[in-house]
């Protein structure tokens, strides 16, 4: 992919079939791309980026999209190398690499010619084979210290130097998801992901998150890919996706505790 605008789509069960390939889901190799409110799953390469890869492009951005269950050799969710990447709100887990970097990998990085930020994000549950636990690899030079903020990821990998005093990151704390092994990744009012982003108003504004919803919905955005937005439980059964007229949220149904 050389340029362009990828937007609200699902991209699945993508597979190369030689080593010289990367991005099962996405393949950016120059000009100027945006990735918006994308699902990426399911794909298999035997080189880079498993889910998406970004090489020597002018700027490549990546908001509000799940990147899951992805596998590569190297940067099984996501693998980056001499580009200019800004990765905004996404939620990237359960991806596999065969040797580093199972959520992101940082490659190739020899100047400091190229700016990367990762912000707002959950990195959460990603492996690979060399380290097991892995959802940040960097194997280039220098090494991205300032290139997370605001995410929340429960390990900071051991070739990769993360600022956790003053930039916003939340290390080592899950992010309580409401059901991680069928597949949603919205969370309850109490994970560490809520109102915790940094809010970027540039693109934020007018936007919304991959459910549907509005974005900044109590002053500041959440981490991740999903808006926390109330689930409904009544008589224990907990219904999704309420919509609430005039923006007024009931705390009780017929006496039973409502909002999680």
Known sequence: ??????????????????????????????GVVT????????HTVSNYGGGINVEGCTSTKIRN??????????GGGLHISVANVSVANC???????????????FA???????????????????????????????TGNPKHYYALGYCCTTQLSYNIQVDTSGRGNIANK?????????GNYRFNRTSPCFNSGTNQTDWMN??????????????RVDMGAYEWYPRIKVNG???????????????RINGTQGIQ
């Open 35 to 42: 990735v918006m409110n994308c699902i990426i799953e399911y």
């Open 1 to 30: 992919m050389s340029g362009g605008i990828v937007a609200n789509c699902t991209i699945r069960s993508n597979q190369t079939l030689t080593a010289s390939y990367g991005g099962g889901g996405i393949d950016v190799l120059s």
């Open 65 to 74: 999209c799940l990147i899951r269950n992805n596998k590569a050799q190297n």
């Open 91 to 105: 939620t990237i887990v359960g991806n596999y690499a065969g040797t580093v970097g199972g959520g992101i990998n």
């Open 237 to 251: 059964v907990a219904y999704e996706n309420i919509r609430f007229i005039n923006g007024v949220e009931t705390y």
């Open 206 to 219: 007018s936007v919304v998150d991959l459910a549907g919803y509005s974005r900044v919905r109590f002053g």
């Open 174 to 182: 899950a992010p309580s998801f409401i059901n991680y092994a069928g």
């Open 108 to 138: 190739n990085f020899s100047d400091s010619a190229h700016t990367n930020t990762i912000v707002n994000c959950i990195i959460f549950n990603n492996t690979s084979g060399s380290w097991g636990l892995d959802n940040l690899n960097d």
